[in-house]
T-cell receptor, first 109, second 114 residues
Framework: EDQVTQSPEALRLQEGESSSLNCSYT??????LFWYRQDPGKGPEFLFT???AGEEKEKERLKATLTKKESFLHITAPKPEDSATYLC??????????FGKGTTLSVSS | NAGVTQTPKFQVLKTGQSMTLQCAQD?????MSWYRQDPGMGLRLIHY???????DQGEVPNGYNVSRSTTEDFPLRLLSAAPSQTSVYFC?????????????FGSGTRLTVV
C-alpha cells in the first residue's frame, strides 16, 4: 500500500533557529513529490515539485530535497510568518496525489 | 484571475439532507478533484476528473456524487448527509494529475452534519 509519513507532527522553533521537516514515502513508481504550505482556515498553497533523487528546489528560506525514500524541507533562519502546516504529497502512476498528515510549524520571535 | 472558487464557505446540514458544494476555476485546467480534510487524517481524495465528461472515484467516494459538464465547474453532491461527512472540503485543479505547477486549491467549505 502506498504511504506517506511526515515527521515530526509538530515543531516549535525560535526565530532564526534552522531545522528540517521529513517526508518518508513507500510507493511503487513515484512520479513526483510535492510540498504544500497550509495556513489555518485556508487551502494548501503549492511550494515545490521534485521528480528524481538528488533534485533540490529553493524558495526564500525553504529548500526541498529528495532521495529514493524521503524528502526534507529545510527551513533556514525561520521567521514567525513561516508558521504554518507543511504538507507532503506523492504522485503515483495512474492516480492523484496521496498526502501525508502534515507537520505544524510554530516559529516564535 | 480568481483561481479556484468554492461556495459556500460554511454549511450546516441535518442528517439525511442533500446538498451540492460548488467549485469553479478560471484557469482552463483539465484536471479537477475534491478532497476532504479531517483532523489526524490528512487530505483524502473523494472524486476527480481529467476533463469534461470524465470522472472517477478516489479513496473515499461513498456518499458523494460528481459530474463534469464543463471545464470550469466540478460540483460535489452529498446524496444523504451523515455526521461522518462532517469535514472541510477542498476543491483543487491543475493542468494535469501532478505536474510541475502542482494543484491550485480553493479556500474550502466547512461542513457540519448534525
Amino acid at each position: 500500500e502506498d504511504q506517506v509519513t511526515q515527521s515530526p507532527e509538530a515543531l516549535r522553533l525560535q526565530e532564526g533557529e534552522s531545522s528540517s521537516l521529513n517526508c518518508s514515502y513507500t510507493v511503487s513508481g513515484l512520479r513526483g513529490l510535492f510540498w504544500y504550505r497550509q495556513d489555518p482556515g485556508k487551502g494548501p498553497e503549492f511550494l515545490f515539485t521534485l521528480y528524481s533523487a538528488g533534485e533540490e528546489k529553493e524558495k526564500e528560506r525553504l529548500k526541498a530535497t529528495l532521495t529514493k525514500k524521503e524528502s526534507f524541507l529545510h527551513i533556514t533562519a525561520p521567521k514567525p510568518e513561516d508558521s504554518a502546516t507543511y504538507l507532503c504529497a506523492v504522485q503515483v502512476a495512474g492516480t492523484a496525489l496521496i498526502f501525508g498528515k502534515g507537520t505544524t510549524l510554530s516559529v516564535s520571535s | 484571475n480568481a483561481g479556484v472558487t468554492q461556495t459556500p464557505k460554511f454549511q450546516v446540514l441535518k442528517t439525511g439532507q442533500s446538498m451540492t458544494l460548488q467549485c469553479a476555476q478560471d484557469m482552463n485546467h483539465e484536471y479537477m478533484s475534491w478532497y476532504r480534510q479531517d483532523p489526524g487524517m490528512g487530505l483524502r481524495l473523494i472524486h476527480y476528473s481529467v476533463g469534461a465528461g470524465i470522472t472517477d472515484q478516489g479513496e473515499v467516494p461513498n456518499g458523494y456524487n460528481v459530474s463534469r459538464s464543463t471545464t470550469e465547474d466540478f460540483p460535489l453532491r452529498l446524496l444523504s448527509a451523515a455526521p461522518s461527512q462532517t469535514s472541510v472540503y477542498f476543491c483543487a485543479s491543475s493542468y494535469s494529475t501532478g505536474g510541475a505547477y502542482g494543484y491550485t486549491f480553493g479556500s474550502g467549505t466547512r461542513l457540519t452534519v448534525v
